[in-house]
């Protein structure tokens, strides 16, 4: 498609598109009082199962927020019966009740639970009538999402009908759920896959934590099987525990894994795979931290064991993986020796491109363990064509951020990716202290509070902020603007203005003006004014297959600016820009960020 194309299908001539307004159903399990009807808070649905009360009354396009507290699929004390996700319906957890917008919840504060402890007496480790499955994707697509809740106790323990896996989800069939900053606590089954089991399925996982769920046979975590091409991106695998792979089967499915923490994860039998198993599959495992699992029995593949398949590796760290007799070399490490694995940080050794065997060197103080300290090997060390995922790091810190003062030894323009789960802070000021830590010690002052030490600001302009409101897309994801340094005439440093959680494999622009504005605009809205100008189109990547939100957009205002395509962006100059892409599903094919201001500094 030509620019020219494109811009012409941006600025249509109609505005403004009516839609109806979706309806918000509410539930608080809290409540003594109100109509048990869920059409506010005062009158929400209070009954133990009002969530699958207010699933069940809604249509597609319905948002059900949930206040927190602990609710169980049904009020029958039935194992059979789970919590049934709904395409068209978004669930969110978090509220204490009241809200009057999703971004005043606090999922850390108001924890949420999804339960499947029907008779409320797991504390004396009675799991034999708890839910088979605590939630449900069947007939399910990316509309269906949940979001922000705690799923636990589930107990797979039956004989027949899939009663033997998925404690925690099930979904077979084509169930492709979204699932998104949920925890998924001690779930449990006897065949496979505790906290999940995905089979002909592709169901996306993003934020997410699952931590200490037992798999029986396979898949402490999951167990993804038979045809399937589920996501799991930015999600923390850890305590685990499975005869083969006490974290994540890959059984004949097409998994990508990005982004993700995978440590103290067990595999009790001969089959191994302490973290990973894969079987059959072209699995693809990028930016990941694979960290202290263990294999009890078997003598290889504490990390990451293969058996058939042509999986791919890469900017991943694999360290300290135990196997039986305390075996710490490659194969212990990954095995067998033959898997393609490159841009990644193996200290024992392994065999592929980029790859290092330095000591990783990790920084203890973070939320999560095995952060990269500022000296350590991985940083700037990765290959930025295979960063997976939606742009950001398991923290939700974005990626390619530049540590000045570390020599970039990865494959790419800088700045670099880092290799593992986490991308290092920046350090515009290049004195190896990362730059949040600086206005934190009070060593760099931060006047304006926007996460740069001012001696990094030029003159003559004012930083980037974000502003302005996303568009929702057709997969339910809102497309998030991005950046990284400083708009500058004469600076050699990148002004990266980049977009994630856009849809994958579209063509996309970046377009700025020089005013802002929040204008209606194709059901979105346009955040700058006219006159518009736009850049080079690009493609946003991603999944190569299917339609989901793992595409991104990065584009070098810097070099846009000093290559002297508009003359009028000089010193001073306020620029407003946006991201537009294709969403070929969207009433007005019509993709849309929010957007950043800044004006352009010497």
Known sequence: MSQRSVVASLFVASLVGSSAFAGTRYVNVALATGANDGSSWADAYRTVDGVSVALAASASGDEIWVAAGTYLPTALGTRTIATPLKSGVVVYGGFVGGETSVAQRDIAQHATILSGDLAGDDGSSNFAD????????AGTNATAVLDGFTVRAGNANGAGGNQDRGGGILCMGGASPTVRRCTFL?????????????NNSSPLFEDC???GNFGGSFGGAFDAASNGAATFDRCVFRNNTAARAGALEIFTSSVKVYNSLFYANTSTG??????LYVQQSAAQIRNCTVVQNTSTVSATGAGLRVVTGTPTVTNCIFDQNTAAGGAIGSAAQITPATVSVTYSLVPAGYAGTGNLTAT???DVTGLLPFRLAVNSPGIDAGSNADVGGGGQDVEGAPRLLELLAVPDTGAGAAPLVDIGAFEIDGDCNANNVPDWSDIDLGTSPDVNANTVPDECECTGGTPPTAYCTAKLNSQVCLPTITFQGTASVSSASPFAIGAFDVLNNKNGLLFYGYGIQAAAF??????????IRRTSVSHSGGSPTGSDCTGTYSFDFNAYIQSGADPLLVVGQLVGAQYWSRDPQDAFTTSLTDAVRFSICQ
């Open 209 to 211: 934590i699952f931590d």
């Open 522 to 531: 194709q059901g979105g809205t346009l955040c700058v004014t006219a006159p």
């Open 130 to 137: 708890n839910s088979f499955h605590v939630v449900t994707g």
């Open 186 to 198: 001690s779930n449990r089954c006897t065949f496979g896959g505790g906290a999940g089991y995905i």
């Open 270 to 275: 001969t089959g191994s795979g302490g973290a």
């Open 360 to 362: 990783p060197i990790y």
